[in-house]
C-alpha cells in the first residue's frame, strides 16, 4: 500500500524542474544546487491537535503544511526550489491522499516547488514537510543582525490566526455570538488560520536591505524575542501600530491587541532596517500588494517593552506559542 | 520548552563543517554545496511499535533514525554531509533526548554528517531526519539501470534484522528456548536490528561500477523487485548463495533463507554490475572490510525466482515489509 501512495503522490507531483536530476522513486532525490547561491534548507512537522484542529480539512493540512515551511524560506529571502513529505496516516486513506495533494500542489504551483522525494508510514496524522531554496549568500536574512536604532515592521495583520483558533474552539462560552455576528469575519480569520500565505516575495525584496528577519509562527513577542536575543540587542513595540485586520476588530475588539502581541501561526514577516529605508521598504513591499507596518525600534538595553502612544507601558508577558506548554 | 530542548541538541550537536554557512538556531540552515556533484537527499520517518519495538533504548533510536537515512545516501553513492532533525516527543523529557543523541552523534561524527537544523514538537514518539549527501552527477546510484546478464551482490549477511525482531517478540512460542540459547547469537541479532550498519564506504566504492544499487530495508525480494520494476529486468536468486550469519542459522536454521528473502531492517546494499567485474569488486569492497556475496543474475524477463543449487524453483511470495500492512 505504500508503494500506492508513493505513486499516486509522484504523479501529482505537478512542478517540473531542470535542476532536479531525479525525483520520486529512487532511494534519495538528486538535485543540482545553483553555483554561487546558499542553501537555505528547513523542516517543519505537523500534528493533527497541535499545529491544527482536528477536523481540519485534507485540503487546509496541505497547504499549511507546506506553507509554514515556505515561511521559513521567506524568512531567510530564499527562492523556495524543493521539497520532501514525509506522510504519516492512521490508514491509506487515498481520498485524504489527494485532498491533501490539492492543498499542497495550490501552494506549491505558484512558488514552482517540486515534490522530490519522501516517505509514507502508518501511525497518528502527522506531516513533516522538508523544503529547500537559495539565497545569494551575502543577502541571506538572518535573526542576528538587528541593531539599535533599527526600525521594527511587520508585514500583513497579526492575530488573526490565533483569533481564527478562537472562533474554532466551541467550548468558548461566546461562541454562539460567533457563530450569528459575522460570518464574513468568521471565515476570514479561520482562513488565516487555515490557510497562511507565506511571505516569499517580500523575504526576497528585503535580501541586503533587513537587518534581521523573522517569521511569526510563535506570536510577535516570541519571535521578536528571537531576533533580540541572537542579536544582542532589546524592542519597544507601539502598542497602536500594530497592524489589525478589520475581522479581528470586529469579533474581537477587546482582546485584538493581545491576539496581535502573542497569538501565533499568522506567518508574517517581522525585520529590522534602518529607519532611513523605511519609507523606500512600505513602497516597494506596498506594490508587490504586501502590507507593512512600522510597529517600534530596536534598543541598546535587554528585554521587550509594548508602549500606549501616550509612551505609557503596557503590560505583556513575554510568553507565545510553544507546542511543549500546550 | 521547546527551546531548551533545541539548546540541548544545538549543544550537542558536534560535527563541525565549512560548508555550514548557519546551523540550528534561525528559520532555515544555510549550506555551501560544492560545485560539480549532485545533491542526494532522502527522509525518513521512523515510529516507535513501528520502525522500532516500543522499549528500544534512546541510543538505539538516535542511531536507527540517521543509520537508515544513511543507508539511502549509500545507496546512491553519495557522501554524507547534513542533517535535520525532527523529533516528536510525548513530553519533554531531557533524558530520552539526550540518549537519543548519543545514538545519532556515535553514528554522526565517523561520517562527518553535520546536524544543521529541525524542530521539536509534542506527540506520539516519531523521528523524522532529512539527509543531504553529494555524488559526482554521472556516477550516482540508481534503481533503473540494472541490465540482463548482470550479475547481483548483496553486502553483509541478510535477514538477521528481523530475526532480532523475533527474538523480542515476547508471544513467540519459543521464547525461552531462545533467551536460554544462545545469548551471543541473540545480542548480534538484536544489534543488527537496533543499530544497522549504512554502508556508505561501500556506496562510494560502487560509483560508477554498479549498474543499480538499492538498500535493503522492506526484504530483499521488495527491494530487489523495485529495482526489476524500474530497470524493466527480472531476476533468478542462488537460494544457497544467501549469505546468512551464523547468529541467524544458530537460532533460526528452518527459518533462515526465509528471513534472508523476505526480512526487513538489515541496511545491505542490494547491486547490479556485469559479471566480468565481479571477481574485482568482491576484492575491494573486501579491502574495506564489506563482506560482499554474488546471489543471482538479472534476466530479460519479468519477475522473481529463487532457485536452489540443483536448479529447482523455491517457491516464494514476493511480498516484503510493507508499513501500511504491518
Given at each position: 500500500m505504500e508503494f500506492d501512495l508513493i505513486e499516486l503522490i509522484r504523479a501529482r507531483a505537478s512542478v517540473r524542474r531542470e535542476d532536479v536530476l531525479l525525483g520520486i522513486g529512487d532511494d534519495a532525490a538528486l538535485l543540482r544546487p545553483p553555483a554561487g547561491h546558499a542553501l537555505a534548507v528547513a523542516v517543519d512537522t505537523l500534528l493533527e491537535g497541535v499545529h491544527?484542529?482536528?477536523?481540519?480539512s485534507p485540503a487546509d493540512i496541505g497547504w499549511k503544511a507546506l506553507a509554514v515551511n515556505l515561511s521559513d524560506l521567506a524568512a531567510m529571502g530564499a527562492t523556495p526550489s524543493w521539497a520532501l513529505l514525509s506522510l504519516t496516516l492512521p490508514g491509506a486513506d487515498r481520498r485524504f491522499v489527494e485532498g491533501f495533494l490539492d492543498g499542497f500542489t495550490a501552494l506549491a504551483e505558484p512558488h514552482r516547488l517540486a515534490l522530490v522525494g519522501g516517505d509514507t508510514t502508518r501511525g497518528p496524522l502527522a506531516v513533516s514537510v522538508t523544503v529547500h531554496g537559495f539565497v545569494p549568500e551575502a543577502q541571506a536574512l538572518r535573526r542576528d543582525g538587528a541593531k539599535a536604532g533599527d526600525a521594527i515592521f511587520v508585514t500583513g495583520t497579526l492575530g488573526d490566526a490565533a483569533a481564527g483558533l478562537a472562533c474554532l474552539d466551541?467550548?468558548?462560552?461566546?461562541a454562539d455570538r460567533l457563530l450569528t455576528a459575522s460570518v464574513d469575519s468568521r471565515k476570514a480569520l479561520i482562513g488565516r488560520l487555515n490557510r497562511p500565505t507565506p511571505r516569499v516575495a517580500a523575504g526576497q525584496l528585503l535580501r541586503?536591505?533587513?537587518?534581521a528577519c523573522i517569521d511569526v509562527s510563535d506570536g510577535l513577542l516570541a519571535d521578536l524575542g528571537h531576533v533580540c536575543r541572537a542579536s544582542g540587542v532589546g524592542a519597544v513595540l507601539d502598542a497602536d501600530a500594530l497592524p489589525l485586520s478589520s475581522a479581528l476588530l470586529t469579533l474581537f475588539a477587546d482582546d485584538a491587541r493581545d491576539f496581535a502581541l502573542r497569538g501565533g501561526d499568522d506567518y508574517e514577516l517581522c525585520f529590522t532596517a534602518p529607519p532611513e529605508r523605511a519609507a523606500d521598504l512600505i513602497a516597494d513591499l506596498s506594490r508587490q500588494g504586501c502590507g507593512v507596518a512600522r510597529i517600534g525600534r530596536i534598543v541598546a538595553e535587554d528585554g521587550l517593552a509594548v508602549r500606549d502612544a501616550a509612551g505609557r507601558s503596557v503590560a505583556v508577558s513575554a510568553s507565545g506559542w510553544d507546542h511543549f506548554r500546550s
Open positions: 491544527f484542529p482536528v477536523g481540519t466551541r467550548e468558548r462560552a461566546d541586503g536591505v533587513a537587518s
